[in-house]
């Protein structure tokens, strides 16, 4: 009997703060969201855009998936923030994005461009669902037209990191012609030459 009384008095709570409007909307559950992932990259918003509206803008596009209590993750941000070189050649070739896992959010992917541009609203969930995000962090990196050119599951140190991102940025991935096998050995084959 208490535990139906206990149900109850939830469920009459509920409906209460709903009549009343003292309980938080979605329009205050998604602002505070919006704010706690931003407090994920915070010092790198030079980086990393916001995201709320994922979009390539021209350049090629970096997801990077993290999550909270991900020391990897932490580590990327480290070397990201202390790599001016890393800053730079982020800021200037890619639309960068660091989606933190831990948190629901509506994000708004735009991808094509023009006639051929398209819009969805995924929530971070279905978004890491669509990427197939195991380990964080995991590094989505996708053409200026939004089509997926190679997904790293892993932390690389500066170095390496920095080769990956010349990898896409100077258009080395190309010479595979689409194969996702043939990049990822090229890939391989460009971070062992270091």
């Known amino acids: ?49 916001d995201t709320g509206v994922i979009e390539t803008k021209g350049k090629y596009m970096l997801l990077v998936f993290g999550a909270n209590g991900c020391t990897y993750c932490e580590n990327l941000k480290s070397d990201i923030k202390a790599q001016p070189n890393l800053r730079e050649k982020l800021g200037e070739h890619f639309s960068a994005y660091y989606i933190n896992t831990s948190y629901s959010k509506l994000h708004t992917f735009r991808i094509g461009e023009g006639a051929t541009l398209q819009e969805h609203s995924i929530p971070t969930r279905k978004l890491a669902e669509i990427y197939r995000i195991g380990p964080t962090p995991t590094l989505v990196f996708a053409t200026k037209d939004g089509r997926t050119i190679l997904t790293y599951p892993s932390y690389l140190p500066p170095k390496q990191f920095n080769a990956l991102l010349d990898f896409i940025a100077q258009g080395s991935w190309q010479k595979a012609n689409g194969d996702d096998r043939q990049i990822a050995t090229m890939l391989q084959q460009h971070l062992q030459a270091l």
């Open 1 to 49: 009997m208490p535990r139906t009384q206990s149900l109850l008095h939830i469920i009459c709570a509920i409906a209460l703060c709903g009549a009343l409007g003292g309980c938080k909307d979605s329009e205050d559950s998604t602002l505070q969201a919006n704010e706690l992932d931003k407090k994920t990259y915070a010092g790198l918003e030079d980086v990393f855009l």
